[in-house]
């Protein structure tokens, strides 16, 4: 593989993996629950310099984020469409391509099954 490739699972607590040129995967969560005094929209000011903090790491070739249709609440369904935005310009601006991945086919992936 000849590329870099970030996965993200966007949320108020992003899970996230790094797939290098050299085969190593990097993985983890990165936290952005709203800070006690934070205005409503620092969260997602904070996700787009984490994101600038791994491009300014390496290249980052794509991105594939979990493509969420439902969600459980109002507000969670709010925050994903938040970080989805932001996720979506800051790789329009800096031509990196993007790609949702519907939650069936991660599952079908990993188990077999899309409804798993």
Known sequence: MNST???LDLGTHTGW???Q???SILSGTEPFKPQRFE????RY???KRWLNELLAAGDINAVFFEAVRRHAGVDAAHAYGGFMGHLTAWCEHHHIPYQGVPVGT???????KGNA
């Open 5 to 7: 490739i970030l996965a």
């Open 17 to 19: 993996a790094l797939h």
């Open 21 to 23: 040129r050299d085969g």
């Open 39 to 42: 205005g409503g929209g620092m």
């Open 45 to 47: 000011l904070r996700f």
């Open 106 to 112: 991660i599952k079908k992936h990993a188990t077999g």
